[in-house]
């Protein structure tokens, strides 16, 4: 139950191209995941899934059943928004039930069907309050509580943490990944945050202008990304990438090395001088400026140590990338098999 | 918790209350000078006239020369028959008047309102300003254009109703003092119902579009959408309208003199307050002008008024909720 696919999506508005064909499939129970930079059309993906867009040319299906011009509500789905979305006049009792009741189902249980959701998301005390006396936090779980008592086969999430604070923001993520487990349903979720998608999808889904750049499990992201963008997008800090000499000895356009790779010594491959430090006490990072060496974009080489490792701005250190650890990439940007 | 909330909130403004304390005596001055314009025409076009008119109810001329009598002319105004007659025949056509606008000309600008605001509505630009135009029209043009389409002389409503074979259904519904009234209601209707029609459409703007699609995704659509969540979130626009409406009716008087005069006619069917007072104050052909009585009129009109709004900013407002969008 659940099943999507999504072929040859496209999407203009007007003589803007927002999506240029997307193929994707998700299987039932799926948690995947469209993360990409702000603008890149993953609302407008998740909108036509969702069928509050329509899209200008390809196929969605949902359940194998062709969804084009099928009512949002007769698509099985549930949507959660960034903004919430809250019915502002209703309680939080009436927001989850009024889909239920609309579509006529009996009282006893709607009842029931309210009572086991906001038991699932703690909000027992709150059903009679309305959006305007919760907190950002409670209003997110009654906007997920809206959508769990439809119980659909497909959940839309999109960007539903943007507006928490960092501390809510993980505890939400952790709460939506315990639902994931217990609803067995199939989650599509948006967001543009790397960490948000590593740690929730099952596969996660890399955009950038409109493409889908690379599908893959999180780790296999992290690893073996398949351009230059995805190794850029995953991970945290970003990539080093270099160009130049040390690019060419290695047969390749660019070379990209992770911070968490790089080995700092008193010698190395590259020598430089930290230009700042910033130190979390688990893990320091290095910026290390190396006048020899061809870095791409910030001219800068990161480095990400494990500890609280005392080091001054000025110090000179050598980097060198660990072994097997150098990702190539060709003059278009894709990567080189190892 | 609570109580670091408050230091919170209670921490950053005590330093600057008493930086602020000793520059605040001179910016006095400022906000007296800023105030002073608007307080000075206020008074002398509003303040000043309403406590003359006040003072004018209270007395009577006598071999003209004015006379303290207290509330007597209030009396005479609500008890003696050759006065109270009339005053409570147009409290009773004002009442009509009122309740044909708040049953009539809230609901059409509602429904205008949320068909304006479709989101697949082509030409809306032209409808929002076609409904509005009679409003900025002058009512001189309104009453005229509408004598001319009602005249039985030389209307073009007969010819019309007779090009569809409805000749029969024309009658003379402003000259007949069953119908004129109604008709005025309508005239005055179709006028107005522009500005019930932008303050809602305005509100219903105001909606964020999620919400919307949230409804949709919930099976909320068409009119169960208008009803379950459009209509409560503009309750408090429409109340704004009725008291709007409200004030208007019970001032009415400029449609009614252009159409039927200052009698009011036919017999005084459509005789409102505002007319009553005009004749009484100014006088109106056998009939003098009586500025005691007139401002016994225009006293009550204020206080029902006044009653009126009153009744709805403690007894209504404070019951409707805006809700934070
Ligand atoms: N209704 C619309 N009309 C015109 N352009 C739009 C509309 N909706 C989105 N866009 C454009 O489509 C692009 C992708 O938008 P969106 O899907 O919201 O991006 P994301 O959610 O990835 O940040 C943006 O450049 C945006 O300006
Ligand atoms: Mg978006």
């Known amino acids: 139950m659940g099943s999507l696919a999504l072929s040859a999506i496209r999407k203009s508005f007007g003589a803007v191209d927002v999506l240029k064909g997307v193929d994707l499939d998700v299987a039932a129970g799926e948690f995947v995941v469209f993360v990409g930079p702000s603008g890149c059309g993953k609302s407008t993906l998740l909108r036509i899934i969702a069928g509050l867009d329509e899209q200008s040319a390809g196929d969605v299906r949902i359940d194998g059943r062709l969804m084009n011009g099928v009512p949002p509500a007769r698509r099985g789905i549930a949507m959660v928004f960034q903004s919430y979305a809250l019915y502002p006049h209703l309680t939080v009792a009436k927001n989850m039930s009024l889909a239920l009741s609309q579509e006529g189902v009996a009282a006893a249980d709607i009842r029931r069907r309210v009572e086991t959701a906001s038991a699932l998301l703690r909000l027992d005390a709150l059903l009679d309050r309305r959006p305007a006396e919760l907190s950002g936090g409670q209003r997110q779980r009654v906007a997920i509580g809206r959508a769990i008592v439809r119980q659909p086969s497909l959940f839309l999430f999109d960007e539903p943490l943007s507006n928490l604070d960092a501390a809510l ?11 994931h487990r217990q609803l067995g349903a199939t989650m599509v979720y948006v967001t543009h945050d790397q960490v948000e998608a590593m740690t929730l999808a099952d596969r996660i889904v890399v955009m950038h202008g409109g493409v889908v750049e690379q599908v893959g499990r999180p780790l296999e992201l992290y690893a073996r990304p398949a351009n230059l963008f995805v190794a850029g997008f995953i991970g945290s800090p970003t990539m080093n990438f270099i160009g130049g000499d040390a690019a060419a000895r290695a047969s390749a356009a660019t ?44 001219g800068m080489l990161t480095t990400r140590i494990l500890g609280d490792i005392d080091y001054d701005v000025g110090d000179r250190v050598g980097l060198t990338p660990q072994e097997g650890k150098v990702y190539r990439f060709d003059g278009g940007g894709n990567s080189i098999a190892a | 918790m609570d109580q670091i909330d408050k230091l919170a909130a209670d921490v950053p403004l005590l330093p600057a209350a008493t930086r602020d304390a000793a520059p605040a005596r001179t910016r006095r001055w400022h906000i007296a000078v800023f105030l002073a314009p608007a307080l000075l025409v206020y008074t002398a076009l509003m303040i000043v ?31 003696d028959p050759r006065w109270s007659l009339h005053f409570w025949a147009a409290f009773r056509h004002n009442l009509y008047f009122f309740a044909f606008h708040i049953l009539l000309q809230n609901p059409v600008g509602i429904a205008l309102a949320a068909l304006l605001s479709l989101p697949r509505l ?28 009602l005249s039985p002389l030389w209307g073009v409503a007969p010819a019309l109703l007779g090009s569809v074979g409805l000749r029969g259904w024309f009658h003379p519904w402003l000259g007949q003092e069953a119908t004129a009234l109604t008709t005025l209601a309508l005239i005055s209707v179709w006028q107005y119902v522009g500005i019930p029609m932008m303050l809602i459409y305005a509100a219903m703007l105001a909606i964020p579009g999620e919400l919307i ?45 252009t159409i039927n005069g200052a009698n009011a006619g036919p017999n005084f069917a459509t005789d409102l307050l505002g007319t009553f007072l005009f004749r009484t104050f100014f006088g109106n052909q056998l009939q003098l002008g009586d500025p005691n009585m007139g401002a016994t009129i225009a006293t009550m009109m204020f206080l029902i008024i006044l009653a009126g709004v009153a009744a709805y900013l403690f007894g209504i407002q404070t019951r409707m909720r805006r809700y934070a969008l």
């Open chain 2, 49 to 79: 006239p309403l406590a003359d008119t006040l003072r004018l109810s209270l007395f009577r001329s006598v071999e003209h020369a004015p006379v303290f009598v207290g509330l007597d002319n209030f009396r005479v105004l609500l008890t």
């Open chain 2, 213 to 257: 699609e949230a409804a949709e995704l919930d099976g909320i659509t068409g009119f169960a959408q208008f009803r379950k969540i459009k209509l409560p979130l503009i309750w408090p626009t429409v109340g704004i309208c009725s008291i709007l409406t409200f004030v208007g009716n019970f001032n009415a008087f400029d449609l009614i003199y």
């Open chain 1, 255 to 298: 070379i990209g090395v992770r911070p968490e790779h790089l080995v700092v010594a008193r010698e190395g491959a590259w020598t430089g001088a930290v230009s700042h430090a910033e130190r979390l006490g688990a893990d320091t990072m290095l910026y290390v400026d190396v006048p020899n060496v061809d870095v791409l974009g910030a």
């Open chain 1, 169 to 179: 923001r993980v505890g939400t993520r952790i709460e939506i990944a315990k639902l």
């Open chain 2, 122 to 149: 082509r030409g809306q630009a032209f409808y929002r300003t076609a409904f509005f135009l009679p409003t900025m029209l002058s009512f001189v043009i309104v009453g005229f254009t509408w004598k001319l389409i």
